[in-house]
């Protein structure tokens, strides 16, 4: 399940306003589609660097067809945790 910058600004406003921790339900594994920097736009230069990628991003970017658009897929375990937002995952298949 790919989460692009659409997905992700809106996530970025409901973190912004909300005064406490958000839980986050996903049917299948999100992965972050965009660049170092539309995190660090959305969340702050913080988080931003401390962003960890996914061992198997070379995989994750061909089976989206974004192999020429980003060098790794950012871990979402890491985002979620880092910006305070408890996510599970829900695998269908």
Do not use: T
């Amino acid at each position: 399940m790919a989460l692009l910058k659409p997905q992700l600004d809106v996530l970025a406003e409901v973190v912004r306003n909300k005064d406490r921790g958000l839980r986050m339900l996903s049917l299948g594994y999100p992965d972050l589609l965009v660049g170092k920097a539309v995190v660090e736009d959305l969340f702050g230069s913080e988080i931003a660097s401390q962003l960890l990628y996914r061992d198997d991003s070379a995989e994750i970017l061909a089976w989206h067809g974004f192999s020429e658009m980003f060098p790794a897929v950012i871990d979402s375990d890491h985002i979620f945790f880092a910006d305070r937002c408890k996510l599970r995952v829900h695998r269908y298949c």
